[in-house]
């Protein structure tokens, strides 16, 4: 079974998929299982990171930010601009797929653990993610 | 089929899971599919890592040392100390999730490859890991 | 179902497996569902990577050289050069393991996005990599 979710970024950070992530496998109806989340793009990425204080996503763009670097003269694929590469790099050094566990019905997600689409582009794009439900 | 893992940790360092992982799955008794191993925190992690030389998981910890030092004042997010903040970076770096075939009724790990949870705080912690066995 | 690919590096460089993915899909006759792909070694792994411009896996290998540096006198395993210890880093900077879906039979990749075998080691490795196919 699979779902696909579009979302529009507004550019560059963190947008929270928990909702849709619970959603899709309420209606899954599967109780134990696997969820695979795959975002369908090589300038954007999924992460698991901390959802209580939205500090912890400022500093993660800070620390990814200096890491690497927009505009940084080592890059030579600058096509569409400064954050070009660096949303390759961004997306690499993350990932584009993640599973998580189906528990009792529910995405078995950690206390402080949430789903987010990180967009490395800085201007708005449409993301196409596929979620693969598994009985297991 | 779904079994849970808890362990203890001793604070920052590497803890071989590969043991546990063998157990699950030979519990299982499942012959061919994946073994998907999952941590429900956003200060530890999984890695798989070259398991002759201990060596290496101490370059591994310099190296991530130096990549996300303790105390840098970039970060903001400081409430439980100098180590909180890069714990988050260091685990979106590396991952919360890891799958592992499951081939002749066994994980279908490499010669020098091991599982290791990765905790990145600096003092012990209790650490959930749920493994999610499929068929396939 | 399993199927095992052998792959013989030249070297250090990333290596298109997105044939190899496509038909053993193809071959297992699924039509929804996962592909998990893995690769066996400390030394070497997978990545998906814009597929349009060379340059960009060029650039890939500039930013990871300069961030894990051959030869770092940080690192004090060095037992098989000084490409040793960075091939592990960059090994668990990226994945051994990808799931990619499978909708309509085929691999769920996007238009930009191609599997490839990233070869960490300066010289030519023989890497063995299982894919575990599931239907969902």
Chains 1, 2, 3 share one sequence.
Not at 67 to 72: K, N
Not at 111 to 127: A, F, G, I, K, M
Request: hydrophobic share 35%; proline share 6%; with cysteine.
């Amino acid at each position: 079974m699979q779902k696909i979710l579009n979302i529009q970024t507004r550019g560059r950070g963190t947008y929270d998929l928990s909702p849709d992530l619970a959603r899709c496998v309420r209606e899954s109806g599967i109780d134990s299982g696997l969820c695979h989340c795959f975002v369908h793009h090589t300038s954007a990425s999924l992460i698991l990171c901390e959802n209580a204080d939205p500090d912890v996503r400022h500093d993660l763009e800070t620390f990814m930010g200096n890491l690497v670097p927009d505009g940084d003269p080592m890059f030579i694929h600058i096509d569409e601009g400064e954050d070009d590469m660096p949303a390759h790099v961004r997306s690499i050094l993350t990932q584009a797929g993640i599973s998580i566990p189906i528990t009792d019905g529910r995405p078995g997600l950690g206390t402080w653990q949430s789903l987010y689409l990180w967009e490395h582009r800085l201007h708005p794009q449409q993301r196409r993610i596929t979620l693969t439900l598994i009985a297991g």
